[in-house]
């Protein structure tokens, strides 16, 4: 961009970085052409002289308004002032005559109101701050001063803010050429409203963008005399069709069919609409609706513009009956018919749909089906009906509903311009040019194709206009500039649009050629433009072509370029819709000039070009201005500046480029007034009054013998790289002056203190002896006193001592001995409490084991009796019995097999959360089997003995005469039986699968064990080491309290044992047998043995009031009790007491979780979220010391916890320190339940903490943007 600059140690320089593009540092070695670079960011780099650019150190923090004024012209300098700028949210800069606007994603109405438009309404450009309404009001002026028809040209990629810096472009001049029309409706705002109708019907949601303008839009505001406006029109290029049938995730349709679909319920239903999401045009995309847009409001608000820009209500509804029919049309699906390679609707949806399109479109429901579904060929004057596969149908449906859409776009555009009208008087005229900016996606079709050769021409317009400003600039200050070089894009554009030979002509050719396709037009572009600089073919490709654009390489794929040229209306279609019975539907299709056609070929690309070229002949009569609109990220977010991004911005939009041209000439221009200030003291001479400034400025550039620099009449030109190459030579000597003054002032300090310093040491020396005397004085008197004050003090002190010794002595044997007594007592009430406690439990065992034993005793016995009664029975009745003793065994067998499936279930559901138990658990499956095995023997050995009774009964039956056998019957007995035994086999194989699996698993289970062994025996060694210090500690402070207490009490003092507390003493009380207990934590009810089912029954009652009375307590703010959470010991009392812990099932944890999940509801409030997260980590702190699981033992040693980064895991660290009362927690052995309500206990803990996070996080964002706010006019003031 220029040429090479002078670095020296020390200088501020620019170097490139792969993640924010250019970073500044200081040069801190230079060898040859290689600068060792020392960044901002820490990190030290070494790069060429060519790719590294001067820093200007005396720029302002917040950037200069007019990028021209910046003393270094450049890539680095010119997105640091943009950066700066946009951090102080001022978003508009200048280049020159170019504003750049940089998108702040956020509403700015302060910048854009009727007092800031009066602002600018008059003043010379650059007076004020960069702004739209400053670009705006020169048109205005020059159009009005010089009588010369203006344009402005926006352009920028999508989501950068064309469309609204469009709005703000056209708002002022409205402002300024407002004049109100006969018929109520002004033409400015007619102008202005056109936008929102345009946009619901022209812009769409993509993946840059929510608003994204799919059209190219030139808007002519036309003026008289008086600088009024008197009429407008608006041109529109390339609307995007093929969004109409097709769009990817997450883009949305147009505007306008979401909008339709979310009308009022009686436009709705009058168009047969429902959700947008039932329609195939618009579920394609699961992006439906967007933030902060409400369709609703929307389709009324564009309704209201319809009518101010002179839409009248039945054209209205006529709009939105064609838009209702194409989403209709889109529904229609197609299948296979009878005859070969025919279509017919594919079900009644469909045919519901195809019915519907037809009422909207006022048409032939028959007709429709047969244009869809048939096409006629004519050739020689006969005309051939030919039927459409259900693919071709499917094709043609979507051709129909694009070519609906596209009329009915150009209809609105031709009806808005018609109500606005055009004044064929003026002569004047401001034209707005809202135009897509450069656009390369990983997939680029014929519309980026058209949307960048567009960007090509306006480039080559902006390059030209850049050059003659150039020019201009050089002519006012009378300089020579005829060796200064251009270098346009013309061979690029010869390539796109040279005719005959260019791209276009070859589609156009493609396109009329029969059985034409995409891979045939990409070899003819490979076989022509093979030599061409500017194109090439991608590898690994086979119908891919790229360009080499001036912004960069774009890659197209021409598998659509074909379909998207062809721009016709098929007859059958034309002569359908024409012979429509609404007249808006027939006046979108006129009849057609050659009706013997079935179709007439019309190329898009080369209609495209012609309008691209009729719009840059009106710019080339117009004085153009440039508007670049800025997108600086991605995310769509304020506050974020992509150093990358907005580079390549830049460089699409032609901005660098400009800066390119500049710097082929004298980028760099001065005062001569500002350059002698900042230069002189390198020619200290021309700073005196005796040299006007062009002599000192010829003087100074002479001294540092500078070529190729130009004096104009009030500026001096450098070239690129002397301004740097200036300032090296002004930091030199500055760094010269500085050593000679630093010398100076060093001497001259250094003199001054050895004066200073000899003067002070002699009055210095004469105070220290006379303070010296005076001292030893002092000190002799001092003692004198001290002597007799001692010997008064020891005497008072020792009297003192022995006084309080005494009483000391006293006092502390009496409390002693008074303490000694009370625990005797005390001991002995408890000891005797204990023994009545133990002889009541004991008695009350015995008598209830007396009871129980006596009514087993009568239940065994009548057992017995029943069951030799039924052995006699059995004798009478041996067939039936053999079946239903089958039966039972049969269902004995699917229970046990059942029990034995849910044991294996819960054993692998509990698996990862009960390690500790498996051991336990392995044991008990063994015994489960080994009891199927012994219950299977049985049930074999009971049907071998059935057998055997069943044929000895049958022999005597066959003594008796009296007696007939029911031979029916005993078949139907046989085969009952056999079906048993096949039964019966069938378990016996699922026994012996459940072992096999059995086996496996307990093989992984030993691996698995082998594992924690090792790590449980490392864990013993370090718990053991830790003991014995702990006893060695234990031992020490034994004997310093032994010590303490010979010195104090030379009377022995009796002492209690510590193992004597009441606790001890209640190891033979009431038993706790898990064989008693339910799953639900409640006492087993006994089998059979009377009226005990309405005391359990009450039992139940209670503890059903008690657990909610419970939920009720806590449910409420209980608040804390000595700075402990009363709802979290309450909970945890609770739940021990009822042994909920150890149950297998209950609801208890599920309702309090759902007391924790209801708290986390209102998380607006912190008060309450640290409420409930008090309470839930207290409670999870107790879980973690108590719970443990069945079979593991409380005095396994732990590893010791590494340090968490979470929350929760720096909370169950710091609880591993905390003590606890012992008496209130203990060691529980737990079920699954408890378990997993600790994880979920936990989960809430991490809930409540991240939501107390966020909200103390948005307080504080608040406070801290309010005071940013505030602090921003002061820094803007200081610098």
């Not at 469009?166 to 002004?186: C, D, H, I, N, P």
């Not at 019915?355 to 004519?378: G, I, N, Q, Y």
Request: some cysteine; overall charge neutral; aromatic content about 8%.
């Amino acid at each position: 961009m220029g040429s090479i600059a002078r670095f020296t140690v020390g200088s501020h320089v620019w170097v490139e970085d792969a993640d924010v593009a250019w970073i500044d540092g200081l040069v801190e070695e230079v060898n040859g052409d290689n600068l060792t670079v020392n960044c901002t960011s820490g990190k030290k780099v070494t790069a060429n002289v060519s790719s590294v650019y001067p820093k200007d150190v005396e720029v302002k923090r917040c950037g200069v308004e007019d990028m021209t004024r910046l003393a270094y012209l450049h890539e680095p300098g010119v997105l640091r002032n943009l950066k700066s700028r946009y951090g102080m949210n001022e978003i508009y800069t200048y280049t020159g005559n170019i504003l750049i606007a940089v998108n702040p994603f956020q509403r700015l109405p302060h910048l854009y109101n009727d007092h800031m438009m009066g602002m600018y309404k008059g003043a010379e450009f650059g007076e004020l701050s960069p702004h739209p309404f400053a670009i705006a009001d020169r048109a205005y002026r020059l159009m009005m001063n010089y009588g010369i028809s203006q344009a402005i040209l926006v352009s920028g990629e999508s989501g950068a803010g064309k469309t609204e810096s469009t709005k703000m472009l056209m708002q002022y001049l409205a402002f300024m050429g407002g004049k109100v029309e006969s018929g109520g409706r002004s033409v400015q705002q007619q102008v202005l409203e056109s936008n929102p109708v345009l946009e619901a019907f022209g812009n769409a949601k993509t993946v840059r963008n929510n608003n994204s303008s799919r059209f190219g839009k030139f808007v002519e505001l036309q003026f008289d005399q008086n600088g009024k406006i008197s009429g407008a029109a608006i041109r529109t290029y390339l609307l995007e069709r093929s969004r109409v049938c097709q769009i990817s995730d997450p883009e949305r349709n147009y505007h306008c069919f979401y909008m339709l679909c979310a009308a009022p319920p009686e436009d709705r239903e009058r168009y047969k609409l429902g959700d947008a999401a039932s329609f195939h045009y618009l579920n394609q995309s699961n992006c439906i609706k967007l933030d902060g847009m409400d369709d609703s409001s929307e389709y009324i608000a564009t309704r209201r513009a319809m009518e101010i820009v002179g839409i009248s209500s039945d054209e209205q509804d006529a709009i939105f009956r064609v838009v209702a029919a194409i989403l209709h049309l889109g529904n229609v699906d197609f299948s296979e018919g009878s005859e070969a390679d025919s279509s017919v609707p594919k079900d009644e949806k469909s045919q519901f749909h195809l019915r519907t399109a037809a009422e909207l479109f006022m048409c032939d429901e028959k007709s429709l089906e047969e244009s869809l579904c048939k096409r006629v060929m004519v050739t020689r004057g006969e005309s051939i009906v030919r039927n459409l596969d259900s693919r071709g149908a499917a094709l043609s449906r979507d051709a129909l509903a694009r070519i609906v859409y596209s009329r009915l776009f150009d209809w609105l555009v031709n009806k808005i311009n018609t109500s606005i009208g055009q004044d064929p008087t003026s002569k004047l005229l401001i034209g707005v040019l809202d135009i897509y900016g450069f656009e390369s996606f990983k997939t680029n079709s014929f519309e980026q194709f058209c949307i960048n050769l567009t960007n090509e021409k306006l480039q080559q317009h902006f390059n030209q206009h850049v050059f003659k400003m150039e020019q201009e600039e050089y002519t006012k200050e009378e300089i020579d500039w005829s060796y200064i070089q251009f270098v346009d894009n013309q061979e690029i554009l010869d390539l796109i649009e040279k005719k005959p030979g260019g791209i276009i002509s070859l589609l156009d050719e493609t396109c009329m050629l029969r059985n034409s396709n995409h891979e045939i037009f990409a070899e003819k572009l490979y076989q022509k433009f093979k030599d061409n600089p500017h194109f090439s073919r991608p590898k690994f490709s086979r119908s891919d072509f790229t360009i080499h654009h001036y912004a960069g390489n774009v890659t197209y794929q021409t598998d659509l370029f074909l379909d998207k040229n062809i721009d016709y209306a098929v007859n059958e279609h034309q002569d359908l819709l024409h012979a429509s019975r609404c007249p808006f539907v027939s006046s979108l299709f006129p009849p057609s000039e050659e009706s013997t056609k079935s179709t007439k070929f019309t190329s898009i690309g080369s209609s495209f070009k012609q309008q691209l070229q009729a719009l840059l002949e009106t710019l080339s009569t117009t004085e153009p201005h440039y508007m670049r609109c800025i997108k600086p990220n991605n995310v769509l977010k304020p506050a974020i500046f992509e150093n990358s991004n907005v580079l390549q911005q830049l460089r699409c939009g032609g901005v660098l480029e400009a800066i390119r041209i500049s710097c082929l000439g004298y980028p760099t221009r001065r005062t001569f007034d500002e350059f002698v200030d900042r230069f002189g003291i390198l020619l200290p001479e021309v700073l005196g009054e005796s040299y006007d400034e062009v002599t000192a400025t010829n003087m100074l550039l002479e001294k540092v013998n500078l070529t190729g620099y130009q004096i104009g009449k009030t500026k001096v030109f450098l070239r690129a790289g002397q301004m740097a190459e200036l300032d090296a030579r002004r930091t030199e000597v500055l760094n010269c002056s500085a050593s000679k003054i630093q010398r100076k002032v060093r001497s001259y300090l250094a003199r001054r203190n050895f004066i200073e310093l000899r003067m002070s040491s002699t009055q210095l020396q004469a105070i220290c002896r006379g303070q010296i005397a005076r001292f030893h004085y002092e000190d002799l008197r001092r003692k004198a006193a001290s002597l007799k004050i001692q010997t008064y003090y020891r005497m008072h002190f020792a009297r003192k001592n022995y006084r309080d010794i005494c009483s000391a002595s006293t006092t502390i044997q009496s409390g002693l001995r008074g303490m000694a007594a009370r625990r005797e007592l005390h001991f002995r009430q408890q000891t005797k409490a204990a023994v009545i406690i133990q002889s009541c439990c004991r008695s009350d065992l015995a008598s209830s084991r007396y009871m129980g034993l006596k009514k087993a005793a009568i239940t065994t016995q009548c057992a017995w009796r029943g069951r030799v009664a039924r052995r006699e029975l059995r004798k009478l009745k041996m067939a039936a019995k053999e079946s239903g003793a089958l039966q039972a065994a049969k269902n004995k067998l699917e229970k046990q097999v059942e029990e034995l499936t849910w044991r294996l279930q819960l054993e692998k559901r509990m698996r990862t959360d009960m390690e500790e138990a498996k051991t336990q658990e392995n044991r008990k499956l063994q015994q489960k089997v080994q009891e199927l095995q012994l219950q299977s023997k049985e049930t074999k050995d009971l049907l071998k003995r059935e057998q055997e009774n069943a044929k000895t009964a049958w022999e005597k039956a066959a003594l008796v005469p009296e007696i007939h056998a029911d031979t029916t019957l005993v078949d139907e007995l046989t085969a009952e039986n056999e079906k048993l035994k096949t039964l019966v086999v069938s378990l016996e194989t699922k026994i012996d699968e459940t072992e096999q699996k059995f086996e496996e698993m307990k093989n992984a289970r030993e691996e698995l064990l082998k594992k924690a062994i090792d790590a449980e025996s490392k864990i013993n060694g370090l718990t053991n080491t830790m003991l014995s210090f702990q006893e060695k500690m234990t031992n020490m402070e034994a004997e310093n309290q032994l010590l303490r207490q010979q010195a104090l009490l030379r009377t022995p003092v009796r002492t209690i044992p510590e193992n004597t507390s009441p606790k001890s003493n209640l190891t033979n009380g009431s038993p706790h047998s898990e064989e008693q207990m339910t799953p639900h934590g409640t006492p087993r009810a006994p089998k059979d043995y009377g009226n005990l089912a309405q005391p359990r029954a009450s039992f139940f009652e209670r503890q059903h009031e008690s657990v909610d009375a419970l939920i009720d307590c806590v449910a409420e703010n209980v608040g804390f009790s000595e700075g402990k959470p009363v709802a979290a010991i309450t909970i945890y009392k609770c739940l021990v007491h009822w042994k909920i812990f150890e149950t297998e099932k209950t609801s208890v944890f599920d309702r309090l979780i759902q007391i924790f999940g209801s708290a986390m509801q209102n998380h607006d409030s912190n008060e309450d979220l640290a409420y409930w997260l008090s309470n839930s980590s207290t409670l999870l702190i107790i879980l973690q010391k108590s719970l443990k699981a069945v079979g593991s033992s409380g005095t396994t040693p732990r590893k010791r916890p590494q340090p968490q980064s979470s929350f929760l895991g720096r909370m169950v660290f710091r609880s591993s320190t905390i003590t606890v009362d012992m008496d209130l927690v203990r060691q529980i052995e737990a079920k699954y339940p408890a378990f997993l309500f600790k994880q979920q206990l936990a989960a809430f803990v991490e809930g409540l903490y991240g939501m107390i996070r966020d909200n103390v996080k948005k307080e504080l964002s608040s406070l801290l943007l309010h005071a940013i706010q505030v602090l921003h006019p002061m820094f803007y003031c200081l610098n």
